[in-house]
């Protein structure tokens, strides 16, 4: 059973205000922006799909179609949020997309042998950035389709 309040749901984990505002601008732009919460650290990250700390009480039953998470953050670094997702049952298939400004060969590994779905980094031209969010939201919102989950069909 789909939950329609949140439905496309995108969590982005993001701690540069302007990557945030500029991400948020193109979501908003292509109709997406809608159900998009930001978290601002890897701490508030995992405490939002976790229902921890200031999210206590919010059901996690109904978790993000798609993360799209930097993985440079303050508290909990980006690397340490994908450890606890994918090894975590319960938030393992929640897709999850290293949207990141590194290039690092050990990040990039690092990345996939934790299980990420997708690691883009992100160009540094406007438009290509844009371009970037722009199929990005769609892929996750429009064309992907997730696993269903137990309890939920």
């Known amino acids: 059973m789909e939950n329609p309040g949140n439905t496309g749901e995108i969590l ?3 701690d540069n205000p302007n990557d ?3 991400i948020l601008h193109i979501f908003q732009w292509c109709n997406l922006s809608d159900r998009v919460h930001v978290a601002w650290n890897g701490e508030e990250a995992l405490d939002y ?3 921890t ?4 009480g919010r059901d996690i039953h109904y978790q993000p179609n798609v993360i799209l998470l930097d993985l440079k953050l303050p508290k909990v670094d980006g690397i340490e949020v994908l450890r606890r997702l994918k090894g975590d049952p319960e938030t393992r298939t929640i897709p999850v997309v290293v949207l990141t400004s590194s290039r690092e060969d050990r990040d990039v590994v690092a990345s996939y042998d934790l299980g990420v779905n997708s690691y883009i980094v992100k160009p540094v031209n406007f438009d290509d950035f844009a371009n970037v969010i722009r199929e990005l939201g769609l892929y996750w919102r429009v064309i992907n389709q997730p696993p269903i989950k137990k309890g939920s069909e």
């Open 53 to 56: 700390g200031p999210y206590r």
């Open 20 to 22: 945030v505002e500029l």
């Open 49 to 51: 799909v976790f229902g």
């Open 12 to 14: 982005l984990v993001e």
